[in-house]
């Protein structure tokens, strides 16, 4: 990271012991085997049961200007494009900014209401990563997800700081954080408990 750029975050909600979601995904269950219906309300009832409580880290994840997800985490349509799909949040997607999806299949941007644009990268994470940190100028990037994504940067060295809502929930199996990323050394720059999680920011040391 130069000077002229702003820090790298990588955010995400995990359960206790270190899923992001279940097995068996589907578009109707995007978290698969999440210990609920699948939708993972369970994992992320932290925001959307309890979000007076946790009103900064809400705020906090909306200051970024520019974010990066997988595919995966942008919707369930595989290969190419082949039928209309917009992302998981509707017409007006909560993030207000440019979005980077990693793809292996080229499309065009999507501008939704509100001021998300999605842009579609198919060379690769350090790609990805250049156009969005040219978006945001010496505002923050954040790596939103899935873990398969953010795993990739932090193997890569690429993360300067990584915020977790750790949800008392366990999955027991799925998608997880820090699968096969090398060991990392992290500085715990603050912590909060919550009623339905506790959030942990780490400075990831080089």
Do not use: C
């Amino acid at each position: 990271m130069t000077a002229d750029t702003g820090r790298v975050i990588g955010t995400i909600t995990v359960s206790a012991d270190g899923y992001t979601a279940g097995h068996h995904q589907t578009e109707e269950r995007p978290f698969g085997d999440d210990g609920g219906d699948g939708s993972g309300a369970v994992l992320h009832a932290w925001m959307f049961e309890t979000p007076d409580e946790n009103r900064a880290e809400i705020e906090r994840f909306g200051e970024a200007r520019a974010y990066i997800m997988g595919r995966n985490m942008f919707g369930p349509v595989r290969g190419g494009w082949d039928r209309p799909w917009d992302g998981w949040w509707g017409d007006e997607p909560p993030f207000r900014s440019p979005v980077f999806v990693l793809t292996h299949h080229a499309r065009e941007p999507q501008p939704m209401a509100g001021g998300t644009t999605f842009h579609f990268v198919t060379d690769g994470i350090t790609a990805a990563l250049a156009r969005a940190r040219a978006s945001a100028g010496d505002g923050e990037v954040a790596v939103v997800g899935g873990a398969t994504t953010l795993n990739q940067y932090l193997a890569a060295g690429l993360i300067d700081e990584l915020r977790l809502a750790i949800s008392p929930v366990t999955l027991g199996s799925g998608t997880r954080l820090f699968e096969g990323v090398p060991p990392l050394k992290l500085e715990q720059l603050s912590s909060r408990a919550a009623s339905l999680v506790t959030h942990v920011t780490y400075r990831v040391l080089r």
